[in-house]
């Protein structure tokens, strides 16, 4: 069974000081990361996704998270709030299905709110 | 390319009704997922389909059923409607690529039941 923990239910930071969202994953197999963004009222955006080609994965909008096995962990981090990143972010974690090599099923974290403040 | 849609996006029923919800997945995925999102329970996998046969299904009862047509298109049927189905319905398609599959999500259909 899979699983995911965020480690932080909201976090408020200043803009321009750097961003730290945690993640901690359960994975039976090989497993896919993700981590998503969602603004108010709307729908899930892809920031990022780990798939075992680099453990440090660059993602859209300056984030990028550090694939930790050792740790399972899978931390968002960026150098530098804006404004604009206030949002919900959920850490995703996907199963790779032995049999096809293909992850379908998605199991999220319960969501971290970022509150930037000027 | 065109994004996920989802039709329609705001719904009010009442209790004891059906509601119908359709995504249209991006051209050339052939796999689409449903999960539903609400306050108290996060977001929850509904189930996938890929080439028209479901191909994996989450912890909802019966009342939740869905489909898929020959050319992607998804819909999915709740019945018998409670006011704990009110949420968030998010539909995702995606295609398996080189690194893998992902997922990407459409804007949701946000469904209030009475």
């Known amino acids: 069974a899979q699983s995911v923990t965020q480690l932080d239910s909201h976090v408020s930071v200043s803009e321009g000081t750097p961003v730290l969202l945690r993640c901690n994953y359960s994975s039976s197999y090989s497993p896919s990361l993700f981590w998503y963004v969602q603004h108010p009222n709307k729908g899930l955006q892809l920031l990022l996704k780990?798939?075992?080609?680099?453990?440090l994965v660059k993602g859209i909008n300056g984030f990028e998270a550090e694939f930790k096995k050792s740790e399972t962990s899978f931390h968002l981090t960026k150098p530098s709030a804006h404004m604009s990143d206030a949002a919900e972010y959920f850490c995703v974690v996907s199963d790779t299905l032995i049999n096809t090599g293909t992850a379908s099923k998605l199991t999220f974290g319960t969501g971290t709110r970022l509150q930037v403040t000027l | 390319k065109a994004g996920v849609t989802q039709t329609p996006r705001y719904l009010i029923k009442t209790r004891g009704q059906q509601v119908t919800l359709s995504c249209s997945p991006i051209?050339?995925?052939?796999?689409v997922s449903w999960y539903q999102q609400t306050p108290g329970q996060g977001l929850q996998f509904l189930f996938e389909?890929?080439?028209?046969?479901?191909?994996n299904k989450g912890n909802f009862p019966g009342r939740f059923s869905g489909r898929q047509f020959s050319n992607s298109r998804s819909e999915m049927n709740v019945s018998t409607l409670e006011l704990g189905d009110s949420a968030l319905y998010l539909c995702?398609?995606?295609?398996?690529?080189?690194?893998?599959?992902?997922?990407?999500f459409g804007p949701g259909t946000r469904l209030l039941v009475l």
């Open positions: 780990y798939t075992s080609a680099a453990t």
């Open positions: 389909y890929f080439s028209e046969t479901q191909r």
């Open positions: 051209s050339g995925h052939r796999s």
């Open positions: 995702a398609s995606s295609i398996l690529a080189g690194d893998g599959e992902t997922q990407y």
